[in-house]
């Protein structure tokens, strides 16, 4: 399998990645007594899994505006003889970068201590730390990454390269995506991603281009 034709397996990655981030650690609940958020930070296998949390979130966000970017390419190909709106790239690269700053902001203090023997910050503070976290990631990161599925597939069945069925389905993940912060709606993304690039997987990019070349030729698809 060539590079171009594993592209779309980043979409795969970027699921098994925020899913992994989500298992490597685990913080109390904010109501939960200061001493339980100091024990939960105290050893170096606890930092170190609250690190990698960070770094695998960072490597989900980087998959994401990939995969993204990737299925915005297959579009243009198929629609040549047309400009498309960047929209959906530049709002992948933002839910990337909002994912990324969630996983660093997740996985700083851990780091600090892991890494520097720095002191572990105050009860207070890991909180805080732990809620800009999600709100950059699972907040502000999936609204942009809604605003790139929503573009994105609309151009997508404009090109034929989304059935009717699936464009629908990706405006409904888009719409599900807008109660993020409940955490549960997420889920909808990973199975859209990994739906999407198996049959991107499956279907040969050459299809897309050639019926791109046959709308801008013959509106009706009907060759001589």
Not at 29 to 39: G, H, L, M, R, S
Not at 203 to 213: C, K, M, V
């Amino acid at each position: 399998m060539n590079v171009r034709r594993a592209a779309p397996l980043t979409g795969v990655a970027f699921a098994v990645l925020f899913l992994a981030s989500v298992a490597v650690s685990t913080v109390p609940k904010n109501t939960a007594p200061d001493k339980a958020w100091v024990a939960a930070y105290a050893t170096h296998g606890q930092q170190a899994r609250h690190l990698a949390t960070g770094l695998l979130l960072v490597l989900a966000g980087l998959s994401l505006v990939a995969f993204l970017t990737h299925l915005w390419n297959r579009v243009a190909a198929a629609r040549q003889s047309e400009r498309l709106s960047q929209l959906p790239v530049l709002a992948a690269g933002v839910a990337a970068t909002c994912i990324a700053a969630g996983g660093i902001a997740m996985g700083a203090s851990s780091g600090s201590a892991w890494l520097f023997s720095q002191p572990i910050p105050s009860p207070d503070l890991l909180r805080f730390s732990n809620d800009l976290g999600f709100g950059l990631a699972g907040g502000a990161g999936m609204l942009a990454a809604a605003l790139s599925v929503a573009s994105v597939s609309l151009q997508a069945r404009a090109a034929g390269v989304f059935s009717p069925a699936m464009a629908r389905f990706s405006l409904l993940v888009s719409v599900v995506l807008l109660g993020s912060l409940a955490f549960i709606p997420i889920l909808a993304l990973l199975v859209w991603v990994v739906v999407v690039a198996i049959t991107l997987v499956r279907r040969p990019e050459s299809e897309h281009a050639d019926l791109g070349t046959l709308r801008a030729g013959d509106p009706l698809g009907v060759r001589a």
